[in-house]
């Protein structure tokens, strides 16, 4: 989180560096201008989002589980506490602790 608020600062910086006006010269202000400017539509920053990885950070969750706790006399399935959180690639994963008493 240091980084994203660090690289953003700088970034902020940095544009408000080149907004500035610049003092006049001679050469014309085109030739000033990187040549391979290439616009992308992306919200991927390169160095700080190609990384990103997912950390497991599991929360309780109730959930139906028929599965692990069968169903109830109304036919539907009990409930279950899962811990559910994102894998190293980023997948949602639930997995089933135990069955919860109705």
């Known amino acids: 989180m ?3 608020l660090v690289f953003g600062a700088l ?3 940095a544009l408000a560096a080149v ?4 003092a006049p010269s001679s050469e014309p202000q085109a030739s000033k201008l ?12 390169p160095g700080v989002t190609a990384c990103h990885q997912c950390e497991w950070r599991p929360k309780p969750n109730n ?5 692990q706790c069968g169903v109830g006399s109304d036919g539907k399935a009990k ?3 899962f811990e559910c959180g994102f894998s190293e ?3 949602r994963v639930c997995n ?7």
């Open 2 to 4: 240091k980084r994203i």
């Open 11 to 13: 970034s902020i910086l």
């Open 19 to 22: 907004a500035e006006d610049p």
């Open 34 to 45: 990187p040549s391979s400017v290439v616009r992308s539509d992306s919200l991927e920053m």
């Open 63 to 67: 959930m139906a589980a028929g599965d």
């Open 79 to 81: 409930l279950a506490e």
């Open 89 to 91: 690639d980023c997948q």
């Open 96 to 102: 089933f602790v135990r069955c919860l008493n109705p």
